[in-house]
């Protein structure tokens, strides 16, 4: 007969309540079974898990086989580390002594950390209920992007540093000497106009004497 550790769903609709047993794998889900180990209510934050481990301890190492649900919650309660303890002791690795010990001190762990959580998860419920009766008034925080936060810092940076640190463009100043050739042609075709206007006042000056000896 193959023997399972799961769970059989009671409560109502939606709102489950679930029992940790140990039942025949032909059974129904919430039919018979053979013994219940404890309770799981998902419900609560955490989930509320109340377990024999040392029955839940028993029925693993004469090899019933877990759900995947029923396996979280041994896993989370430490029967599958205690069976990982139990065979280094089967194979020397420890003593029976070093082995309760360590299991000991993962259990008084794991425990702290729930009551913690439980404990955390109380006083928010509390606060919740205060909000909404009106004793204290929810603190609004503002959510900032992260890539805006950082633009915003880049850009308060630039504008406070000094003007020295901005870069000056260099404007080349060209030389006097090198505009003055362009004026240079203007100048010489002065001259040469006066000439041509000159020539004809020459020759008519020479013409005349002849003229004045031929009437002669």
Do not use: C
């Not at 489950?16 to 032909?26: S, T």
């Not at 028993?58 to 396996?71: C, E, L, N, Y």
């Not at 008084?108 to 419920?125: D, F, G, H, P, Y």
């Amino acid at each position: 007969m193959a023997v399972r550790i799961r769970l059989a769903r009671k409560g109502r609709k939606k709102k489950p309540f679930y029992h940790i047993v140990v039942a025949d794998a032909r059974a129904p889900r919430d039919g018979k079974y053979i013994e219940r180990l404890g309770s799981y209510n998902p419900l609560t934050v955490p989930a509320t898990i109340e377990i024999d481990r040392d029955k839940a301890f028993d029925w693993i190492m004469k090899g019933a086989q877990p759900s995947d649900t029923a396996r979280a919650i041994l896993k989370f309660k430490g029967i599958y580390y205690r069976k990982h303890l139990t065979r280094g002791v089967n194979k020397g690795a420890l003593t029976q002594d070093q082995a309760d010990q360590m299991y000991n001190e993962w259990i008084t762990a794991k425990e702290s950390k729930i009551s913690a959580r439980v404990e955390q998860s109380r006083l928010e419920k509390e606060n919740f209920w205060k909000q909404v009766s009106g004793e204290i008034k929810p603190k609004k925080e503002k959510k900032v992007d992260e890539a805006t936060q950082a633009a915003f810092t880049a850009e308060a940076t630039d504008s406070d540093a000094p003007a020295e640190d901005a870069p000056t463009e260099t404007v080349e100043a060209t030389p006097a000497a090198e505009a003055t050739p362009a004026a240079e042609p203007v100048a010489e075709e002065a001259p040469v106009a006066e000439t041509a206007a000159e020539e004809p006042k020459a020759e008519e000056t020479k013409e005349a004497p002849a003229a004045s000896s031929e009437e002669e």
